[in-house]
Every structure is written in C-alpha cells, then in structure tokens.
C-alpha cells in the first residue's frame, strides 16, 4: 500500500532563518506532489505541484521553493522565513494522469516562526 | 466570487440528527468532487468520491448538482466521533473550500 512521510512533525524557527521540509512517498511511481499551507483556522492554500522530476508548479508567489529531486521526494525550502510563513504545512499525493484522483495526505509540519 | 465556497459553521448538533453541507464552485469545467474530513490539528483525510449519479458509504451521502455547481454531503445518524472540520474539493485546479464545522453533541 501507499504511504506517504512527511517530517518534522513540528519546527520553531526564528525569522530570516533558512528551511526545508521532506516529504516521500512509498508504494507508488510517478505520483502527482502538492504542498499545501493551511494557517490557523482558514482552508488550505496550494502552494506548489509537480507532475515530474523537477516539473514545479507554483501557484502562490512568495519566499518559498519546490524541488523534486527524485520521483517520489518533494522538498520545501525557504532561504529567509517570514513571520507570514507560520502555518501547517502539508504533503500530498495523487495518482498521476489526470486531475480526477484524490489526494492523500502526511501527517502536516507546524511551523512556528517566532 | 471564490472558487470553491462553503458555509464555515459551526454546525452544532445533537446525536442521533441528520446534518447536510453544500459546497459551491464557480468553475463548470471541474470534473471531480471529493469531501475531506480534518479533525483538530491533523491532515485531511478522504472522507469519499462524489459521482455524477450520488452515492453512499453508510450513513454518509454525496451528491452532485451541475446545473447549480454545488456538491453536498449528508450525515445521518450523527456520532460524537462525526465532530471534524468537512472539507470539499474540487479536482480542476485542485482546489479546496475552507471548510464546515461540524461538532456533534450528547
């Protein structure tokens, strides 16, 4: 079965620090990648796609970067984080083909930036 | 007008009630629908598909509206453990609606 890691669980930053988040998935080839951004208490906001090793999307301009190094790895990563950049941040997977299969999603980052 | 639109709540009802959320998308290009369920501080989770014809997984309804472009989910018999945040999505641009409150109550 699929399954889908994504870490750290949590992070405390100090702002104008670097970051980067991991997310792989497992049982699956050429999945579709999502990161998302939910702050407290609103929706959850796209942030970046890829359909491929290094094919990004993003949908947001901002202070953060995608990359797909490898089929099944999606890394986020900041050079300078901003106070905005707090939020839960999100990891996910679908079946790559078509906008028609639904995303799963790990576990979620919290990232506090102080 | 939002892409995707839903009624934040809080629904607050007893156990045992039947509850209903619609959810609103502007785009009638989109193709799939889905109702996520996200419980206090965790991710989303795939609660079920919504098919052109409706369906059912036990006490859970989906259905689909294209004239009007709306999707809703039904609940009956509500659980205390049916308390989340009801999350729909719309696949063409993969887009997500803020989600609906609901907390059930003894």
């Known amino acids: 079965s699929q399954t889908i890691h994504q870490w750290p669980a949590t992070l405390v930053q100090p702002v104008g620090s670097p970051l980067s988040l991991e997310c792989t998935v497992e049982?699956?080839?050429?999945?579709?990648l999502y990161w998302y951004r939910q702050a407290a208490g609103r929706g959850l906001q796209l942030l970046f796609y890829?359909?491929?090793?290094?094919?990004i999307s993003s949908e947001v301009p901002q202070n953060l970067s995608a990359s797909r190094p490898q089929d099944r790895q999606f890394i986020l990563s900041s050079k300078k984080l901003l106070l905005s950049d707090s939020g839960f941040y999100l990891c996910?997977?679908?079946?790559?083909?078509?906008?028609?299969?639904?995303?799963?999603f790990g576990d979620g980052t919290r990232l506090s930036i102080l | 007008r939002k892409e995707v639109e839903q009624d934040p709540g809080p629904f607050n009802v007893p156990e045992g009630a039947t509850v209903a959320f619609n959810c609103t998308y502007s785009?009638?290009?989109?193709?799939?629908f889905f109702w996520y369920r996200q419980d206090c501080r965790k991710e989303p989770k795939l609660l079920m598909s919504?098919?052109?014809s409706g369906n059912e997984d036990g006490r859970f309804t989906a259905q689909l509206n294209r004239a009007s472009q709306y999707i809703s989910l039904l609940i009956r018999d509500s659980k205390l453990s049916d308390s989340a945040t009801y999350l729909c999505?719309?696949?063409?641009?993969?887009?997500f609606g803020a989600g609906t409150r609901l907390t059930v109550k003894p």
């Open positions: 996910a997977w679908s079946d790559r083909g078509s906008n028609n299969q639904p995303q799963h």
């Open positions: 049982g699956t080839s050429n999945p579709n």
């Open positions: 890829s359909v491929g090793i290094g094919q």
């Open positions: 785009n009638s290009a989109s193709q799939s």
């Open positions: 919504v098919y052109s």
């Open positions: 999505v719309v696949n063409v641009g993969v887009r």
